[in-house]
């Protein structure tokens, strides 16, 4: 099993992450990780917080959970 470094790693999750939201099967191909490998920083990733959409750079594609993740909250109501 390869060893990736912490920075080779966030730097695919940084482009799982819109704007450019690839999937984790054009990150494959492009960068020769197993999809398994990817599928479980993605998982990793998501329970620390991050925004990283399932199938699609195009909203319209993203499950309302993944939209409702990617909104700013500004910690407050109407002042």
Do not use: C
């Not at 819109?18 to 492009?30: F, N, R």
């Not at 490998?37 to 990793?44: E, K, L, P, S, V």
């Not at 998501?46 to 959970?65: M, Y």
Request: hydrophobic content about 30%.
């Amino acid at each position: 099993m390869p060893h990736y470094s912490p920075e080779r790693k966030e730097a695919i999750l940084q482009k799982m992450a819109p704007p450019q939201s690839l999937t984790v099967a054009e990150l494959s191909s492009q960068r020769g990780i197993s999809t398994a490998t990817q599928y479980n920083w993605r998982t990793a990733a998501r329970k620390r917080g991050a925004v990283l959409p399932s199938n699609s750079a195009i909203p319209d594609k993203w499950s309302s959970e993944e939209k409702f993740r990617i909104v700013p909250n500004d910690g407050g109501g109407t002042q």
